[in-house]
């Protein structure tokens, strides 16, 4: 069975989930290949462009998406997640899982008869990282650039450093200490750089870190879960903060991205969320075609 739980299980797949994703983009939409399918999509946390990608996605294939709001399922009364991922199995024909503990999608997914995709957890993004591959490649033709990941190393920052070094972009994280991406992620990604010859650095100077860079990265100083912590943070990680000054010290070609939500005045200004090297939006739409990539990939 394969499942999508960390950017490194699409590690053969990749080319294909971006082809297919500008396929779905340009309008291949009487492609209808997850017809009488069904997904269930279970959130233990909150999410705006996750679920409406997935959602619409499976709807415009031609199947069927189930909400399921992790508390209104007994699996928030205690059911257990193998007894939840058995059951489940007989009903649909693929799960989509946005949980607190990366651990609890592993054991779901070890008694999952179906694909199992990870729509964001503590560790990894997975989902995303592909989505903002495409947007960069749709914006530069290219994919051989120099990417800035500036602020908090987090499940978005880990996934797109996995994904950048499958497709052999050179990612520079610049993060206070103790703001590091995932150690072992950080070494599966450099396993995998070594092959495509992509540079993975982790530094803490924000002006080295952007001066030339193509793609300037940046997500929220408190994710979901981060709430406790919320004015240690933001104490650590006011030197990170993507504005003006900081993208003009980037290539003038640069764009920046977000996979949102955004926090205006912390990790980023207002004027650079929307100014004219923002490719935000375009981000946020692609989140649904590669979606669909990535559900065909996996249940079509
Ligand atoms: N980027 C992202 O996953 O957004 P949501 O939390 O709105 O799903
Ligand atoms: N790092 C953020 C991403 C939200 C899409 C979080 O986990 O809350």
Request: one cysteine or more; aromatic letters at 6%.
């Amino acid at each position: 069975m394969t499942h999508l739980l960390s950017a490194l299980d699409a590690q053969n797949n990749v080319w294909s989930i971006l082809k297919e994703a500008k396929e779905f983009k340009e309008g291949n939409s009487s492609k209808k290949p997850l017809k009488n399918k069904s997904l269930a999509m279970v959130f233990e946390k909150a999410s705006t462009r996750t679920r409406m990608s997935f959602e619409v996605g499976m709807y415009q294939l031609g199947g069927q998406p189930l909400y399921l709001s992790a508390s209104d399922l007994q699996l928030g009364r205690g059911e257990i997640i193998e007894d939840t991922a058995r059951a489940m199995s007989r009903y649909v024909d693929g799960v989509m899982i946005r949980a607190h503990k990366h651990e609890d999608v592993l054991q779901f997914a070890r008694y999952s008869d179906v694909p199992v995709i990870n729509g964001l957890t503590n560790l990894e993004h997975p989902c995303q990282a592909f989505t903002d591959i495409f947007t960069i490649n749709e914006r530069k033709n290219t994919l051989d650039l120099q990417m800035t990941f500036l602020g908090d190393g987090n499940n978005v920052c880990n996934s797109l450093l996995l994904a950048a070094a499958m497709v052999g972009m050179d990612v520079t994280v610049a993060c206070p200490s103790s703001y590091e991406p995932d150690s072992i992620i950080l070494k599966d990604a450099q396993k995998v750089a070594r092959k495509t010859g992509s540079v993975l650095k982790i530094i803490s100077d924000v002006q080295d870190a952007v001066a030339g860079a193509d793609v300037i990265y940046t997500d929220v100083w408190v994710s979901m879960g981060d709430e406790l912590e919320e004015s240690q943070r933001l104490n650590d990680l006011r030197d990170y903060q993507v504005n003006q000054d900081l993208l003009n010290l980037a290539h003038p070609d640069a764009i920046v991205l977000h996979c949102l939500p955004a926090v205006r005045d912390q990790e980023i200004t207002e004027e650079v969320l929307n100014g004219p090297q923002s490719a935000v939006w375009d981000q946020a739409e692609n989140r649904l075609h590669v979606q669909k990539a990535i559900m065909n990939w996996l249940m079509g």
